[in-house]
């Protein structure tokens, strides 16, 4: 009931049934002005809301605003000025906004949010239907224009100087405007300063002053100062033909126009190419840049994103390829065990299996983007050799677990990989997953793969395998710390992968060793964002 009544105020609200004429507000604001009235009697309200079952929902409900401090008690006979019971000034008082209208509005529902969630901080580039078409975009809130224009606004700039330069930077709409003006300003300042140099050395010669006394060669730049100077004794520099010292300096300025407007001009430039390269990214781009990639701190978001968008393909091999290509799989053997993994057996969008970023896979989990796997792998692979155990704690979608069995179980070796998980339903999703290839299927009926539920943080003593201990182990939920149990079930030697949650809330992936004698380095890498890796929810929530 309550939720019924909360959408007819909002369909109210909005004006539900598209009307917007003035006649409807016109009646609309009499009848809440009649309502805010005090006359209004709390009877009328009470009819209004139970009736609204059958009749079109009030436009908004309100209750009558009761002012103590202006009703005052009623003593017999005549009262003069007399608060709600009279009308004239007091009755504007009900006007007033009040609180237990405010207590009947609902705050809106959780998807209601999320719908409407703010972008990630992030997210600078948006595709906005506007002049330049259809598909034009805004990036860091401008458009980003043409070279044209750029090329425009700095010749416009160039020819006005310093008006032109204001003019165009202060009405620039572009990118391509803003580093054009930029530009022209950079120019003009090249301009000055070779003006000031030649005039700087070429002028007082110029004038013909008979004191003057050249240099020994007037173009080099060091020539020698007391030379000149002994020239120069004796004579009186009090006129406006400027010694030698004000050539020097006239130069200093020159120079400095001269690196400033450089400066200026190719800074322009890099940033009129960094936004169209940017632009043009975000154009190719399959999903129009609203993918969420970011994952490694160190990395710029746009860096990211565009990798995002670089590597991401339309087949499982595209995918693995453009990663190889971009560097984000390093190693031939992980890129080619990743080319056995169908990630769309994995995923639960088959279009968005072969995009670099990570999905949801239900239960507050995700599965990984392929980027992080291929890290993840080729960071534990001196201990993936055929044959090798490894422990996949966290195991989710099962992808890893599968590309893991794909590194151990080759060369005619039967290695062991368990993917340990604490929520049961993922555990049979990963399990599900694996079995949805042949070859899947095949790892797990030889005992090669198998996928258990337990509590990561405690590791897994594999009873199949003699509780024999782990050549490698993946952590695929950020820890707040180094369990002991895990460093424990480490064979020597071994390596863990783990994402790990300071104080702060920021988390690193921590890559330890147990070398032959058993000794334990720890070592802090490249920051991460993962799910953390906590008890197992409880069956109610
Ligand atoms: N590698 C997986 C990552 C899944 S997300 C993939 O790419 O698909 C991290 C997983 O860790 C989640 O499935 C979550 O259920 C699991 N997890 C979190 N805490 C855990 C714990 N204490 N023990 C086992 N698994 C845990």
Known sequence: MSSQRYERNLADTFDADG???DEDNDGDDRQR???GSPSTSSAEQTTTESSSTTQPAPVIERR??????????RPGGRVYGGGSGSDGVFANLSAKPERGV????????????AADAAPPYWETTILAPGLGGPDEVYIEGLPVGSVFSFIWNAMISMAFQAVGFLLTYLLHTT???KNGSLAGLGITLIQFGFQMKTWGSAGPSAGG???????PDPNSHDFDPNQAQAGTAGMDNSGSSGGIGDIAGSEWLAYLLMIAGWFILIRSVSNFLRVRRHEQLVLQSPDRGLTVPVIAEGEEAETVSSMAWRCSGKTNGELINNLFRNGLIESDRVRDAMLKVDRAHYTPHPSTAYQDSPQSIGHSATISAPHMHASAATSLLPFLHPGARVLDVGSGSGYLTALLAELVCCEGKKGRVVGLEHIKELRDLGEGNMSKSERGTCLMEQGSVKFVVGDGRKGFIDEEGEGECWDAIHVGAAAVELH??????????????IPVEDERGNQHIWVVDKNEKGEVKKKKTYG????????APTRSS
Do not use: C, W
């Not at 009558?64 to 008690?73: E, G, I, K, Q």
């Not at 002053?209 to 240099?215: E, G, R």
């Open 484 to 497: 002991q149990e895990l460093i424990d079930q480490l064979r020597s030697p071994g390596r863990i992968f």
């Open 102 to 113: 405010e207590k009947e509005e609902h705050p809106p529902t959780y998807e209601q949010a």
């Open 19 to 21: 009307s917007d004429s």
């Open 33 to 35: 002005l009649m309502r």
């Open 528 to 535: 991460v964002r993962y799910v953390p890796l906590t008890d």
């Open 209 to 215: 002053d008979p004191q003057y006394t050249q240099p």
């Open 175 to 177: 990118h391509a405007a």
């Open 64 to 73: 009558n605003t009761h002012l103590p401090a202006f009703v005052p008690p």
